[in-house]
C-alpha cells in the first residue's frame, strides 16, 4: 500500500476538465491493492467510453466504472473488445468513435492498428499509415529509410506499443523500439496529415528519453506527460513520472518522480485517470498476486492524544507523543497540521536540555526493508520540521523501526493499520 501525495494528484488532474480540486483536496489518499484482483495478471488500462476503463486478464477484455468508494465495481466482460487481439492498452477516441491499438502482424512485427465503432462493434480494422517507417526483419542497406534510421525490425519484438490520444485525436503518443531512438522502449508521436495518414514519429523529448525504457505513456489535456520509466536514479524497476508544459508550448518540462512512497523497488506502470478516479498496475508485495490494479482510498486522519505523564515517575517526565499524518512529498503542511507540530515543540520545552529520540513506524504490509527505510524517512521529515521551528538539532535523533513495533498486533482493519502507520517521540536519556 501506498500514500498518494495530495500535490500530484493534483497535478494530474488540475485542469477543468479534471477539476477533482475540492473532492481530493479534503483529504488524505493512499493506494490500495483492488478487491477485485486475481491471482492472475490484471494488465494493459485504459481509458474508454462514458466513464469506464478496461483492463486486460488472460486475453480477455473487461470493463468497469470507479466505485462509490473509487475501487474498482464488478468487472464485466467486454466483448467488442476481445476479437480485436489487442497486445497492450489502446486509445479510444470518443469524438471520431475509433480506437488505436497495437497488433502483431503476419510477420511478427507490432503495429498501431484503428478501427471504427459501428453498432457497438468495431470494424473496418486497418493498420495506420505512418510516414518515414516501415516493418521488416532486416535492415535495407543503402535505403533512404534505413540511412534515416526509422526502419524497426526483429519480428515480434520491436515496433509500436500502448498508445495514448492527445489534442483531441490529432496526435498520437505512444512507445516504441525504434533503431532511432535511445535504447530500449522510447516514448513518441504521431500527428495526424490531412489525408488521414500519420506523420514520421518524433521523439516526446530529447531529455526525456534514455538508454533505459520508457513506457505506457498517458496525456491529461496535453499539459501532463505521466509515463513508466526503469532509468538509474529511481527506486528499482519500473517507476512513475511526470512532465508537465502549457497547453501551447511544444516541448514538455523535465521529468519528475513521482515520489519515494509512489514508486518502490518493484514495478509501478500504466497510470491512467478520468474526473472520477485513477489507477495504475504495480506487483509489489500485498496485492493478489502478480500485476495488480491499485486504487485510491480515503485516508481518515487521526491525531493521538499526548499520553498523561506519570507524575510519580522521577525525572525526567514521561513523554509519549504520537503523529498519524506526515507528507515527504510536499514543502508545506496544511494548518491543521502545522498545529500539531508546533503544539509538539511547546511540549518539547517545557524538557530543558532533554534529548528526544523521534521513531517512524509503519503497518505490516510490505517488505521489511522497505518499511525500515520508509520509517527512517518519516522520523527524519519530522526532525527536520522541528529543527525549522528552533528546536536544537543535537537534541533530536531520528530512528526507524519498520514495523517491528505495532501498536496493534496481527492487525486485519484498515483503522487498526492506521495507528500502526505513526512517527513518536520520547525522551532518551544521554
Known sequence: MKKIVLSYILALLALASYALETRFATGKYEFNSSG??????????????????????????????????????????????????????????NLK??????????????????????????????KLVIKGTMAQAREVYGSSLAIGRWNHYVPGVKGF?????????????FS??????????????????????WSKPESASDYLNTNAREDYPFVVADTALYFASSKSGGKGGMDLYVCHKRA???????????????????????????????YFISNRPGGQGGEDIYYPSQYNIKKCQELTPDFTCEEPKGFNWVLMF???????????????????????????GAKFEISGHT????????????????????????????????????????????????AALEEEHEQNRRVEVKIIDD
Open 248 to 278: 501551447k508550448e511544444k516541448d514538455w518540462g523535465k521529468p519528475e518522480s513521482l515520489g519515494e512512497l509512489f514508486n518502490t523497488n518493484t514495478d509501478e506502470y500504466n497510470i491512467v485517470g478520468n474526473p472520477k478516479s485513477m
Open 363 to 410: 503497518d505490516a504490509r510490505g517488505s521489511a526493508d522497505y518499511n525500515r527505510k520508509l520509517s527512517q524517512k518519516r522520523a527524519e521529515y519530522v526532525r527536520q520540521l522541528l529543527i525549522q521551528r528552533g528546536y536544537p538539532a543535537n537534541l533530536i535523533t531520528a530512528v526507524g523501526k519498520g514495523f517491528d513495533m505495532p501498536v496493534i498486533s496481527n
Open 36 to 93: 477485485e484482483n486475481t491471482r492472475s495478471d490484471e494488465q494493459s488500462l485504459s481509458l474508454y467510453k462514458d466513464g469506464y476503463f478496461v483492463f486486460f486478464r488472460n486475453d480477455t477484455a473487461y470493463m468497469f466504472k470507479p466505485d462509490k468508494d473509487l475501487d474498482l465495481d464488478k468487472p464485466v466482460k467486454c466483448p467488442e473488445l476481445c476479437g480485436l487481439e489487442i497486445k497492450g492498452t489502446f486509445a479510444y477516441d
Open 97 to 126: 468513435k475509433k480506437i488505436y491499438f497495437p497488433k502483431v502482424d503476419h510477420q511478427g512485427n507490432t503495429e498501431l492498428y484503428e478501427a471504427t465503432e459501428i453498432d457497438g462493434k468495431f470494424k473496418d480494422v486497418k
Open 326 to 352: 506526515f507528507d515527504f512529498n510536499k514543502s508545506d503542511m496544511k494548518p491543521e497540521y502545522e498545529a500539531q507540530l508546533d503544539e509538539l515543540v511547546s511540549a518539547m520545552n517545557e524538557f530543558p
Open 176 to 197: 516504441g523500439d525504434f533503431m532511432a531512438g535511445k535504447g530500449g522502449r522510447d516514448l513518441w508521436f504521431i500527428d495526424r496529415q490531412d489525408d488521414d495518414t
Open 161 to 173: 506499443y500502448n498508445p495514448c490520444i492527445a489534442r483531441q485525436g490529432r496526435r498520437i503518443y
